[in-house]
């Protein structure tokens, strides 16, 4: 199965190149171009290849898991399903965001992305879309009487606001981590059916299971859809640039690094306390507390498949994963539950980053036209 997967895959990249290729030209023109054009799909590199494949189906089995971790929770709600469910959120967050970070590097939006509205990972949701919350205790899709249908969620996601969210890990996330909630036992009540509710009241746990199921429903399908050929060839085509450029990968990385992990370490050391000046969270997944625990899975990731492939023959190789394995120890020392957040984890975790960066920009420095592969 996997070497018929490769070998459609490479057809597809050959296809997609030949059409880039035509133009009017005389039929031995067109015959060369289309031999030139053919040859780099049999050229990129089998560890590239094998890189995307395993991390889009990762991503993939991980959102399965949690669509039926999430199934199982609610046929029967209790400690051990709910961590279930709760440690499938995490895995499957955590493997989406290696991807995400990949067609990022690649310089290519999410496929699922369409006027910048995602329904996979947009953050934050606004406190009390869904749910109640402290101070407002009927509040949300859960208290109304709108229609719970995948068709209904995919229309409302963004669509007058974009914390308005409706799809994706995170009203997951929200309906999983309750805010205000006193510990596991007062989460599991919350799903728990009653077993007469009068008409004219709302039945909330009803609904509140409605709305977890059909977005891990809909989530699992639109992760499905990034691991289709079309989509993982558009990401080999991507990262294929990087073939034979190390300075060009580097310098990619070297910015990827400094918005996925530069960007949040800045963002909590101006707001320890965890809250934006408009009041938002500045944590991606404020109520699972993931942040810096996934910033060390996608740094590990990186270090241990993609380094040897992006920044083959570069004698700094080694150096560089010793500082990423570095940095990752330093992420993972970070606690953002503590309110305010340690500082001096922040500093330390971005003096080690710092060090990453410095060994990427001495990489791509010894490409030719190194700002230009940069895309600067």
Avoid at 75 to 96: F, G, I, K, V
Avoid at 144 to 168: C, I
Avoid at 202 to 216: G, K, S, T
Avoid at 318 to 326: K, P
């Amino acid at each position: 199965m996997a070497r018929m997967a490769n070998r459609g895959l490479v057809v597809l990249l050959g296809a997609g190149m030949l059409i880039a290729g035509c133009s009017d030209k005389t039929p031995a023109d067109k015959d060369a171009a289309k031999n030139e054009a053919a040859a780099p799909a049999a050229r990129i590199p089998q560890p590239l290849q094998d890189g995307v494949e395993q991390t889009t189906t990762s991503a993939c089995k991980a959102a399965d898991t949690l669509n039926n971790a999430i199934t199982g929770f609610l046929d029967a709600p209790n400690d051990d399903n709910l961590e279930t469910a709760r440690q499938a959120w995490r895995e499957a967050h955590s493997d989406y965001r290696q991807l995400a970070f990949l067609h990022a590097l690649a310089g290519q939006s999410m496929p699922q992305q369409h006027n910048d509205r995602d329904p996979i990972d947009a953050h934050p949701l606004l406190p009390g879309y869904l749910d109640q919350v402290p101070g407002y205790p009927h509040s949300g899709l859960t208290y109304s009487e709108v229609p719970l249908t995948p068709d209904y969620l995919r229309k409302e996601h963004q669509s007058t606001d974009f914390y308005y969210l409706t799809l994706g890990f995170h009203p997951l996330e929200s309906l999983l981590w309750p805010a205000g909630t006193d510990g596991i036992d007062e989460t599991i009540q919350r799903y728990r059916l009653p077993k007469t509710t009068p008409e004219e009241t709302v039945n909330a746990p009803e609904r509140r299971h409605d709305l977890l199921r059909l977005i891990a429903n809909v989530l699992d399908r639109d992760v499905k859809t990034l691991c289709n050929a079309q989509n993982t060839a558009y990401l080999v085509t991507g990262l294929a640039a990087f073939d034979n450029h190390p300075g060009r990968a580097a310098a990619a990385l070297d910015k990827r690094l400094g918005a996925t992990i530069g960007q949040p370490l800045t963002a909590w050391s101006q707001s320890p306390d965890g809250e934006d000046h408009n009041g938002m969270p500045v944590a991606h997944s404020p109520e699972a507390a993931t942040d810096f625990r996934e910033l060390a899975a996608l740094v590990r990731h990186l270090s241990a498949k993609w380094t040897d492939v992006l920044l083959d023959g570069t004698d700094a190789v080694s150096t560089l994963n010793q500082q990423m394995q570095a940095l990752a120890t330093q992420l993972e020392a970070i606690d953002m539950t503590l309110a305010p957040i340690h500082t001096d984890a922040l500093e330390a975790a971005q003096q080690a980053l710092a060090q990453v960066r410095e060994t990427l920009a001495r990489i791509s420095l010894k490409a030719p036209v190194a700002s230009e592969e940069a895309g600067e």
